[in-house]
Structure formats: C-alpha cells, structure tokens
C-alpha cells in the first residue's frame, strides 16, 4: 500500500528549461513533506521541505509547492542544469504517528 | 556536517549466510533507521532506533534483526540471507523528536546467491 506515489519514473528536461516533479499522497495525516536527491554511488540528502501550514517554499533554483486539498506537491526546478541529473525522492511524514513514507522516486535527466 | 558512514559498499553473500551491515554516524544523532531501496518501490523501513539498546520495527522486518549497543552505531543482521533480501541498504540517522529530515549513508548494495 504505497501512501506516497511518484507516478513518473523518469523525466528529461533540456538545460535552462523547467523541471516538475511531481508526488500524490493519500494519508491525511501527513503534516510535512520532503524532497531528497540521490547521486549515483551516494546516499539520499535532503534537498527542501514544506510544512503542511504553508503552500509553498523556495530554495534558490528549487521550490516546493504543496495542494493539500489535492493531496498533491511539486518539485520545480527552475532554471535546470544538468548537475541536477538525479533520482529525486519525496518523502511525507505524519508527525503524531511518528511515520515516514517515501515515494518511488523520480529519475531527472537533464541534457546540455 | 553529518556524516554517516557504512562499511561495505558492495557486498556478495550466499544464501543462508549470516550477513552484518554497519553504520556509524558522527553527530551524536539519538535516531538511527536502516531502508532497503528497490526499484519502484522507493524506499521501505526495516527498523530504526531512538537511543541506545531500543529497537522499533518498520514495515519491512520479516527475515532481519538490528542492534545498537552504542549511540553511533546501528547494525543491521540478516540472520539467515536469502535471494529475495538482495537490495540496497541505506543507513540514516536523524535528531531529536519526530523523523523529519534524515542523514544517509553512501549504502551498501547486498547481493545474495
């Protein structure tokens, strides 16, 4: 029972363009949200978050955007580069059941 | 900035085998989680770990143990291995109250034979 679904296994985007990634969830109970990038040959690291309280949240090139009526939030990647090349994981978390859930995450190509 | 650490990269084990993945982490964290990553499957929680000598089990724990006699430190066994654990391992660790934002490993890629 996937309660976190990334329904695009890949996506290749040309260098300068957007990137969405996109992450459905169908627990409720989810009050925060996560992305995670992982290299080959290395661990996941966190990349940004969102609290369940807000709609969005911007890091520089990256900003999440969260739908909770739609149980729904993106990943934009804007402009793309092709150092962003990457399996992008979103993670939800339920803060009082003290539960994580990822998804199946999202391989990035970027092309020059 | 956190460093956690595994001890094997690749691992190739035979079947029935008793298999032991390490993990140390450096910052002191109180929480400690083993994964396995498996295409199209993302990651699943096998176990983790508040404090020293305490053990929760995930949704995966079925054919694994874990031991954490030291706070920087958490082991994964497989006690008898078998071909459908072959998976990458991922080890992380977190601070304080609630998961949130995790640290982790380069992970251990398990082959079993």
């Known amino acids: 029972d996937q309660q976190v679904k990334q329904n695009s296994p890949s996506l290749s985007v040309q260098e300068g363009r957007i990137s969405i990634l996109n992450c459905d969830y169908t627990?409720?109970?989810?009050?925060?949200f996560l992305w995670y990038r992982k290299y080959p040959a290395e661990g996941p690291t966190f990349l940004i978050s969102?609290?369940?309280?807000?709609d969005k949240n911007e890091d520089g090139r990256f900003t999440v955007f969260l739908n909770k009526s739609a149980k729904h939030l993106s990943l934009h990647i804007v402009p793309s580069q092709p150092g962003d090349s990457a399996v992008y994981f979103c993670a939800a978390y339920d803060y009082n059941n003290n539960d994580m859930r990822f998804g199946a995450g999202t391989r990035l190509t970027v092309k020059p | 900035d956190v460093k956690v650490t595994q001890s094997s990269r690749y691992l190739v084990k035979r079947t029935g085998e008793k298999v032991f993945l390490e993990c140390v982490q450096d910052m002191d964290h109180e929480n400690m989680f083993w994964y396995r990553q498996d295409p199209g499957l993302g990651l699943r929680l096998i176990y983790f770990s508040y404090d020293v000598k305490m053990k929760e089990k995930g949704d995966i724990p079925e054919g694994y143990s874990v031991s954490r006699e030291k706070k920087e430190r958490f082991s994964l066994i497989l006690e008898s291995a078998s071909t459908n654990q072959t998976s990458m391992y991922l080890c992380?660790?977190?601070?304080?109250?609630?998961?949130?934002?995790?640290?982790f490993g380069s992970g251990t890629q398990l082959s079993v034979l």
């Open positions: 627990n409720s109970m989810f009050d925060y």
């Open positions: 969102i609290s369940s309280i807000k």
């Open positions: 992380a660790s977190s601070l304080g109250q609630g998961i949130k934002k995790l640290f």
